[in-house]
């Protein structure tokens, strides 16, 4: 998938005036890329689109004009874009009560070794998590994940008359949800 190129940044006054549209464009396609597996977790799936979003929203909320901290932010978020061959997801643990939200991020410590694609009956595909997010001690409510699918799960994955699971075997959380077949389209065609 290509990457977010420096071309493609509008200014801020320019942006000011597109965003109402822009942002209402990626509202509809994450309601479409969003897949909640249980209760308190959701993966967001990212394309070039909804990366490009972030990084405009990102130099709105920080005023950032300089070229070097543009340059700074599109490769870090160029890192979100999924690699050929793999799907790339932002993993939202989301729990709304705060006295709730550090004693459940602790009990979810190892969760990063818990998340994997059912592909049919053949493929596993684990999530490879983004390092320096999961500690010992501490675990982020943001998580961005990949999965690198093999050439016979991509195949699979492209197979609607195989199902397709994002699972999660933790021992403090297990869920399981089918991804839709419209999801599974635009995943597939972005493989």
């Known amino acids: ?18 965003r109402p549209e822009f942002r209402q464009h990626i509202i509809n396609l994450k309601k479409i890329r969003r897949v909640a597996v249980g209760d308190h977790i959701t993966f967001v799936f990212e394309n070039h689109e909804t990366v490009l ?9 920080e005023r950032i004009t300089d070229l ?5 932010e599109v490769e870090t978020y160029n890192e979100l874009i999924p690699a050929e061959g793999e799907l790339s997801a932002t993993m939202l643990i989301e729990i ?3 006295e709730r ?14 998340v994997f694609l059912q592909v049919g009956k053949n493929f596993t ?3 490879v998590f983004e390092a320096g997010r999961s500690k010992e001690d501490n675990l982020s409510a943001v998580q961005y994940v990949r999965f690198p699918l093999p050439p016979a799960a991509r195949a699979a994955f492209s197979d609607e008359r195989q199902e397709v699971m994002l699972v999660i075997e933790h021992p403090h959380y297990q869920a399981r949800t089918l991804i839709s077949p419209h999801l599974r389209r635009s995943l597939a065609a972005e493989l």
């Open 96 to 98: 709304t009560e705060q």
């Open 101 to 114: 939200i550090r004693p459940e991020l602790v009990r979810l410590i190892g969760i990063d070794k818990a």
């Open 125 to 127: 595909v684990p999530a």
């Open 53 to 61: 979003y972030q990084i405009q929203e990102m130099l709105r909320a």
């Open 1 to 18: 998938m290509q990457k977010v190129i420096l071309d493609e940044i509008v200014g801020l006054e320019r942006y000011e005036r597109v």
């Open 68 to 72: 070097d901290k543009v340059r700074f």
